[in-house]
């Protein structure tokens, strides 16, 4: 029998990172968010859309039969439908969030996880993209998707192609309204649980960052600039200008444009500071 | 029970956790303060103390800040000896599993309803002492009554949300739905349904409410958005939240009782 | 004083953790030993009042464990899993949790004192848990487990992450309160460490009680794998051919360089009895005599499969 000779190689090169491994991360992610609990709030979330299908069903029959007041033809024609539709389901935006984001970082922070991934040739881009995508992709299943579908549907029940031509846009409106909304959400979701310690503390914080500063809108009317500080008021301030539709807030582009920039920014600085292989304990 | 309440009180304050409900509560004070600064900046009328504390005390903390880290911390009594696993030195001592509980209710309430009410006091300050001790110290009832909601809300949310925290993995969505959803929508609609919140019970013992209630001059209540609540006395709704807060005591004395925890399944 | 379990299971969903097990733990040191999975962490939860059984029961002096707070006055235990309240100093850990038994603040302090004592604790004692070594967590959760003087002690894993001179330290603790007539039962999958401590097995697998009782006992009952006996000895010949007359011996191994021997054989006490009359009839000088089998690790390694 042989024996073979097994020598000891140094080996000097370099773990090539792989393209479209943020995606193992993601697919992983997305399975294992997929529980009881979500598929209950998910239901939730989806009543509305059903409300808005039967309105335009209900609304197109009763404008076949021919009658039609001004509230009809709202519902029926007016874009603000939409819009409405995307600004109401940004409670459950926040909800889903809350429920697929707010311990994907923090849970691998209490255990001590980062090393696995990145002893691996996974870059923190990967990483995060990766997380980014589980909260996005089931924030855009509660907004844009059935905001599209809603749209589909209105185009298909429409006697002809007047809707379709006239309103073709809606379809860009929606697919950007809720990708800046499921962004931004995401960001800040994912920010939040790098800092935390745990799921509870980082959802918490969460949802006081975006509804306080709605609630000190409301007490405090009289100063100005208040409503910057409430993102919920900026992604619907943001939302009417894509539509174009009259903004429900006061402040300006400019002033909505740079505040959204800067938290997307200070989220990424927080991941970046966080998201590490080795932490200094003092 | 009295070491166990102990242990719970100074495990409380001893916590990481305690830092950021310090800070969570700390924040409205820091807005009432941020708010005099910039009102006296950009205004120049006086502060309509009757007209904001209301505002600050109900909108702020009864409708927000009680309810949210009532939810926090209830949901927090079984969940974080789960979570840290030291649940199994707990449930190993020779004492009833309900007295676990309990004795951790209790020092979530005392610790919650200390950190609300200082909090409340430095925002009722801060609005009054512009304007003078006197006004300070004659509207200290108003503050005493708010904080005496505050209390019993604290009593209520905490037995609700450490019932809903025994009974489900994720408690923190569905408290979230629970109040910033249906007690949110619920109690301002009319008819009968707002009997079934928590907050309907609180409006009808809120000092402020009552008082402008009593007056004709409801155009000018600045809370003109809460229906009315003269349907029910101050004594049914602390009957109700009473009796709210026992059963929920009761329900999640007796689900950590009978319920098993393997602590070695994820949260 | 007693622990048993009659009929005994546990099931998660799927998951069988025990099954159907019949045990009883007397007092003195009793192994409970297996590889991953066996059960034996399920076991000591139930003995332990934290799970439920699914069926069966487990009874403490013939009280049932599960939610029978009273029991565990008399109970002491260090969970496997590394927990605890961080903030806490290790005497203030030890002392929280005996004033949980109803002490008051002198006792408890008192037997916080000798328990931190007893595990080698005591420069350690106002230092945070956070910042302790592994083995000193380890010896920290002893010391809550011992501080009362519980009639019962039950220690899962206790050995896990300490260094040599710290697993001396408690094994010679454990043998002490095995010596005192209490019941201390200690899991683990390291048979060597069992080994040192007690010669009484519980061995489980696959959620089941595969032996229970004195090692070398239960070594005899294996009848399906002969026992192996090395001898040196100064004619290797003549008692090679000696011990083939005999049925018992199945084979015998010699090494004439060596002056050595193996032998295989089913009924082991016989064969040890006969060793000396073989020897002074032949004139055989013996001059080793040991089995490489009659150990733990043989016995588990026959056993679970």
Redo the contacts between chains.
Sequence with gaps: MPIFNESYHTWDGYLKERPGTWFVIAKTGVKLAWTKGLIFLLIFSIIPFFVGAVKIFLFSKVQDVGIMTPQIKKIVEDVSFFYDFLKGQMFYLILISIFTGAGLIARDRKNKSFGFYFSKPVSFWDYVAGKFFITGAYGFLVTGAPALVLFIIKVLISRDASFLSNYYYLFFSILGASILSVITMSSVVLAFSAVAQNVRTAAIFFFTFLILPDILRKIFSNVPFVGVFSLTALLKQAQAYIFNVQTPYGFSDISMITAILLILLLSLVILKLKVRTTEVVS | ML??LR?FTI?SF???KFTGIAALCALPVVFTLLFIVLYSLFTEQEINFSALFPKISLLLYVHFLLPLVSLFLGSAVIGDERE???L??????????ARIIQAKLLSSWVMLSVILNISLFFSYSILTIGSGISHWSSSLLIFIKSGAVLVTGAAVYLSLFALVGGLLKRPVVAGLFFIFGWEASVAFLPGKIKYATIVHYLHSLYPSLNQINNTQNLKANILNFIVSVKNISPLKSIIVLTAITGICIFAASLLL??K?????QNQ | MKIESIKLSKW?GQVIGVNNLNCSVEPGITGLLGPNGAGKTTLIRLM?????PSKGSVRINGEEVW?N?????N?G?A?E?D???S?MTGEEFVY??T????FDHDQASAMTKKAIETVEMTESKDKKIAGYSKGMRQRIKIA?AISTDPDILILDEPLNGMDPIGRRSVIDLIRKMGKMEKIVVVSSHILHEIEEMTDTIILMSHGRVLAQGNIYEIRELIDTHPLKVVIRCSNVDVLTAKLMEYEDVKSVQFDREQNQLMVETVKPSEFHKRIPELALKNNISIYSLYSPDENLEAVFSYLVR
């Design positions: 070491y166990l242990f495990n001893k916590n990481k840290e696993q030291t199994s030195y707990l449930l190993t001592r020779p004492v009833p599993r009782s009978i098993e925890y393997r602590l070695d | 998660y332990t009042g934290q799970l439920r939610n707070h009273r029991l565990f006055k109970i235990y969970p899993k927990a605890f309240w903030h929280s949790l004033r949980m038994y109803g809550q």
